[in-house]
């Protein structure tokens, strides 16, 4: 495959250039980080950046707004929190799992220790720095809330003892005390058999076959289809909270924090906009703008950076949707505001599309002028 592109997925060590400073992206494998943690990131965010934390659809945390000269306090800042354990690494830890793994009972198995040990085998294998950093794992606790999510080696929990790897159409069952290996290892047959500037498994010719081949496995049984999505609110222990457009405030992240370390001392960062906090009322967190009813509308509702984050947007997308989402109910389709036609951060499947034009919104085709 020929690419011209290069990956310009920015890092802590590797900061992108936006129209607003500079915007690093910090890896949270499994989406878990520390409360200790997260107030490092607060405050890096409130001396260093515009003072907001966003999460993003693969569960990590982006600042934004940093001066030219504050990557390099900011890492050392992050690296002395253990947010960075491998320099080299740093951009290709992009692990996902389920977010509410171990807490409810529809969690087949607790996936956030391998979630864990994949990232430990990563950071140990000084050749998979090399990977894409668009190169994706994932771990579903059996619920399928991962299911959607587009992987390149992702296991889906089955019980106790076994998981589904699955790299494309087909699965293979995995025991859990080898899945870690046999993921890591399923990125290391990736890079030995790509042969260009493929960033995926599935834009490398009979990629699946060519890495189970090479790992010595027979993929044949069928993914189960069923899915699920996770909803603001109580889940067993764990209490899902949204974050509007996936943007803290300095109040909101300190609330975060605060409940974190009233809980089990951990946030888990969703991939999609929301943390799960343990122990806690979610009324502080409500108090503070956040969300845990599943019936509000800021639930689905997500938006691009647009102005002034961003050099090509028609409009300041998020002061629009924070201005409209209010007063509209909850809409059964996840809706995306985009500052431009890129559509940048646009969810998988079907979606309400709000689409900035200059003058006024477009809405699923149609016009709509001004709001
Ligand atoms: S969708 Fe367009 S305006 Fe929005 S962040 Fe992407 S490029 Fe910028």
Redesign the pocket.
């Known amino acids: 495959m020929s690419r011209t592109q290069t990956d310009r997925c920015p890092g802590v060590l590797t900061v992108h250039q936006a129209a607003d400073g500079g915007l690093a992206r910090v890896r949270l494998p499994g989406g878990v980080v520390r409360a200790d943690q997260f107030d490092v990131l607060r405050t890096a965010a409130a001396e260093l950046g515009d003072g907001r934390l966003e999460l993003t659809s693969r569960a990590n945390v982006q600042i934004r707004g940093l001066a030219p000269d504050a990557p390099v306090e900011l890492s050392q800042r992050l690296f002395e929190a253990g947010l960075l354990p491998s320099l080299p690494h740093e951009r290709v830890r992009n692990i996902l799992a389920s977010p509410l793994s171990g807490l409810d009972q529809d969690s087949r198995y607790d996936v956030l220790p391998v979630a864990a040990a994949v990232d430990r085998d990563l950071c140990a294998r000084p050749g998979l720095a090399e990977l894409p950093r668009r190169f994706l794992f994932a771990l579903d606790d059996g619920r399928g809330d991962l299911a959607g999510v587009r992987a390149d080696v992702l296991v889906r929990a089955v019980d106790e003892r076994d998981g589904l790897l699955r790299l494309g159409t087909r699965g293979v069952r995995v025991g859990w005390g080898e899945v870690a290996e046999v993921m890591v290892a399923a990125a290391e047959a990736f890079l030995e058999e790509r042969e260009g500037q493929e960033w995926r498994i599935t834009e490398l010719e009979r990629g699946e076959e060519r890495i189970l081949d090479r790992l010595g496995l027979h993929a044949a049984e069928e993914l189960p289809s069923t899915s699920s999505v996770v909803q603001a609110g109580q889940h067993g222990s764990g209490l899902v909270v949204t974050v509007p457009l996936g943007s803290l405030n300095q109040e909101q992240a300190a609330g975060v924090a605060a409940a974190a370390r009233g809980g089990a001392g951990v946030i888990r960062v969703t991939p999609w906009r929301s943390v799960v906090v343990q122990g806690v009322s979610g009324e502080e967190l409500e108090r503070v703008g956040l969300v845990t009813d599943p019936d509000s509308a800021w639930n689905g509702v997500t938006a691009?950076?647009?102005q002034p984050?961003?050099a090509?947007?028609?409009a300041d997308?998020r002061a629009d949707a924070r201005r409209v989402t209010p007063r509209l109910p909850r809409h059964e389709r996840p809706i995306h505001w985009?500052?431009?036609?890129?559509?940048?951060g646009k969810p998988a499947g079907e979606f309400v599309d709000v689409l900035a034009v200059g003058n006024g919104y477009v809405i699923d085709g149609e016009r709509m002028g001004t709001w």
């Open positions: 691009c950076a647009g984050g961003c090509k947007a028609l997308v985009s500052g431009c036609e890129r559509r940048c």
